[in-house]
């Protein structure tokens, strides 16, 4: 993904930075050997960095509000911790691209849920489940 033309493609001209609380987590990820850390790593690396204190999803929720600032994000918890502040939040779709998040859409994509027909007259292995 093209993430720095996908931010620009919502937010044309948006100063693109990373929270130094995120770098500090992707290192320590990154000695634990965690899967795709150092790709991520090196993926922040590329934007300049913006100080903050704290760590974990508090610490980008207190940045998120203090400046005027859109989020991307994988992260659901997050996601739907920044959008019931009014931040915005861009997820990614697919490979290719980001997305806004919409509380509502989210809510509306929800699973359908099939009904069965009722027990009566249902057959189970040759015989009547209501016998």
Do not use: Q, Y
Request: charged share 30%; aromatic share 2%.
């Amino acid at each position: 993904m093209d993430l720095e033309g996908e931010i620009h493609r919502w937010h044309a001209g948006a100063l693109i930075r990373v929270p130094s609380s995120v770098r500090r987590e992707l290192v320590a990820l990154e000695r634990r050997n965690v899967p795709r850390a150092a790709l991520a790593r090196t993926l922040a690396n590329r934007f300049s960095v913006v100080r903050n204190s704290g760590k974990g999803d508090a610490a980008i929720v207190r940045l998120a509000r203090r400046l005027p600032a859109a989020v991307v994000t994988a992260d659901r918890a997050l996601r739907d911790r920044l959008a019931a502040l009014g931040v915005t939040v861009l997820v990614p779709r697919d490979r290719a691209r980001l997305v806004p998040f919409s509380r509502r859409a989210a809510a509306g994509a929800r699973a359908t849920v099939k009904t069965r027909p009722p027990l009566e007259g249902r057959r189970r292995a040759g015989r009547s489940i209501d016998a």
